[in-house]
């Protein structure tokens, strides 16, 4: 088995993930009775093509629940990608990219949680706090104080870090829609889509900062001519 050294402030995550994946796998049968060989990582219990909800639900695998989850998946992958870049150059930021990372993990337990079959004590497990929103609010200040105004439509560019930073933020797009009918039928914590918005607009000037901050230009929006 792999080690790595996990620093207090990600420890969270990694509990947190590790418990999320236990429970939803809970009711998978890995290895037989008596057998103390490895797990193995493929159950085969979505060969026909259904999956299970953190409720239990067997539910089709292109139903809108594993929908939005595999959207938050790309989306906290995309995230990964820019920050590998990102630690290339030095930038400072990188640990709210981790934090993001761990948060997306609490987004999809609440979306895999749907309330109308989820007991209290599913509901208490998942619940999905505010507080991650305003962080990002104030980190969006905090970067906005040190960038020039924006005065003209930028297209995705100024470097690897800002175009892979450009990426995730249409990602997030993608699951922000996914999620929000989730939200309005009341199956998810109406937070959860307020994050995701939130973390588009995060993502946005992010990508911005890391462009001036390595000195890249970004490309103006130009109408053909």
Same mark, same amino acid.
């Given at each position: 088995?792999?080690?790595f050294?996990?620093?207090p402030?990600?420890?969270?995550c990694?509990v947190?993930?590790r418990?999320?994946?236990?429970?939803l796998?809970s009711?998978r049968?890995?290895?037989? +009775?008596?057998?103390? =060989?490895?797990p193995? #990582?493929?159950?085969k219990t &979505?060969?026909?093509?259904?999956? @299970?909800?953190?409720? /239990? +639900?067997?539910r089709? =695998?292109?139903?809108? #629940?594993?929908?939005?989850? &595999?959207n938050?998946?790309?989306? @906290?992958?995309?995230? /990964?990608?820019?920050?590998e870049?990102c630690l290339?150059?030095g930038?400072?930021?990188?640990?709210?990219?981790?934090?993001?990372q761990?948060i997306?993990?609490?987004?999809g337990?609440?979306?895999?949680?749907p309330?109308?079959?989820?007991?209290?004590?599913?509901?208490?497990?998942?619940k999905?706090i505010?507080?991650?929103?305003l962080?990002?609010?104030?980190?969006i200040?905090?970067?906005?104080?040190?960038?020039?105004?924006?005065?003209?439509?930028?297209?995705?560019?100024?470097?690897?870090?800002?175009?892979?930073?450009?990426?995730?933020?249409?990602?997030c797009?993608?699951?922000?829609?996914?999620?929000?009918?989730i939200?309005?039928?009341g199956?998810a914590d109406?937070?959860?889509?307020?994050f995701l918005?939130?973390?588009?607009?995060?993502?946005?000037?992010?990508?911005?900062?890391a462009?001036?901050?390595?000195?890249?230009?970004?490309k103006?929006?130009?109408?053909p001519e």
């Amino acid at each position: 088995m792999t080690s790595f050294i996990i620093k207090p402030a990600h420890l969270r995550c990694v509990v947190r993930t590790r418990w999320f994946l236990n429970q939803l796998c809970s009711n998978r049968s890995y290895v037989t +009775e008596g057998d103390s =060989k490895t797990p193995k #990582i493929y159950t085969k219990t &979505g060969d026909k093509g259904f999956s @299970s909800t953190f409720t /239990g +639900e067997r539910r089709p =695998k292109e139903d809108h #629940i594993f929908e939005a989850l &595999g959207n938050t998946d790309e989306l @906290s992958s995309a995230i /990964g990608l820019a920050r590998e870049f990102c630690l290339d150059k030095g930038h400072t930021f990188t640990y709210q990219l981790d934090k993001i990372q761990c948060i997306l993990q609490d987004v999809g337990s609440n979306v895999a949680t749907p309330r109308s079959s989820a007991r209290d004590s599913h509901i208490k497990r998942t619940k999905f706090i505010a507080q991650p929103i305003l962080d990002l609010e104030t980190w969006i200040d905090n970067f906005s104080e040190e960038l020039p105004p924006l005065t003209n439509f930028i297209l995705p560019s100024g470097g690897k870090s800002s175009a892979a930073l450009h990426i995730a933020r249409t990602v997030c797009r993608r699951a922000e829609r996914s999620v929000a009918p989730i939200v309005r039928s009341g199956e998810a914590d109406p937070d959860v889509a307020k994050f995701l918005n939130r973390l588009s607009d995060y993502l946005f000037t992010v990508a911005r900062y890391a462009a001036m901050k390595e000195s890249n230009e970004e490309k103006i929006y130009k109408r053909p001519e």
